[in-house]
T-cell receptor, first 113, second 112 residues
């Protein structure tokens, strides 16, 4: 996807271990978002950022933390991974407050065993 | 609680037909409406968006808003097998949080 990359693309980790997912953008957009997508639930917002060091919680933020020290990078950390956090994680960006929609990254498939 | 509902489908249409996808929303203050297409195993991709002031046509795609009945439709004319995907609707209210609420998506299958 143009201007936004997520890493890693796939990850298998053990319960209780910390995991960090990275979202990197080259569009210089102010707004960045982390979503998870699960069957039957659709896309659910975890955390979002409206600027460097400015972040806020979404509807499913428990067990997750984020950091944004640079405009281009938005990190999502699972402090102690649980099986319920097995999911596909998407990062998204928007130039403004999403008036014209979001651009999504390719996603990270995370499996917690 | 803002709710956005979509029939999960699948909606099956023959090639060349018009596919009609609907999305209902609960908040009368909703102002912005977005349609995303998501192929299996891929990320959502924005198709089009409309605001509460009118419908929009873009190529084979038309988004229509029915404010009285609180639903937004996506029409795909001359459907092609390559249109087979899940279509996500997202709705945003005016003021307050600018974060949209996503529906769970409708699966569309276009068969030759």
């Amino acid at each position: 996807d143009a201007g936004i990359t997520q890493s890693p693309r796939h990850k298998v980790t053990e319960t209780g271990t910390p995991v960090t997912l990275r979202c990197h953008q080259t569009e210089n957009h102010r707004y960045m978002y982390w979503y998870r997508q699960d069957p039957g639930h659709g896309l659910r917002l975890i955390h979002y950022s409206y600027g460097v060091k400015d972040t806020d919680k979404g509807e499913v933020s428990d067990g997750y933390s984020v950091s944004r020290s640079k405009t281009e990078d938005f990190l999502l950390t699972l402090e102690s991974a649980t099986s319920s956090q097995t999911s596909v994680y998407f990062c998204a960006i928007s130039e403004d407050r999403g008036n014209y929609g979001y651009t999504f990254g390719s996603g990270t498939r995370l499996t917690v065993v | 609680q803002k709710e956005v509902e979509q029939n999960s489908g699948p909606l099956s249409v023959p090639e060349g037909a018009i596919a009609s996808l609907n999305c209902t929303y609960s908040d009368r203050g909703s102002q912005s409406f977005f349609w995303y297409r998501q192929y299996s195993g891929k990320s959502p991709e924005l198709i089009m968006f409309i605001y509460s002031n009118g419908d929009k046509e873009d190529g084979r795609f038309t988004a229509q808003l029915n404010k009285a009945s609180q639903y937004v439709s996506l029409l795909i004319r001359d459907s092609q097998p390559s249109d087979s995907a899940t279509y996500l609707c997202a709705v945003r209210v005016s003021g307050g949080s600018y974060i949209p609420t996503f529906g769970r998506g409708t699966s569309l299958i276009v068969h030759p």
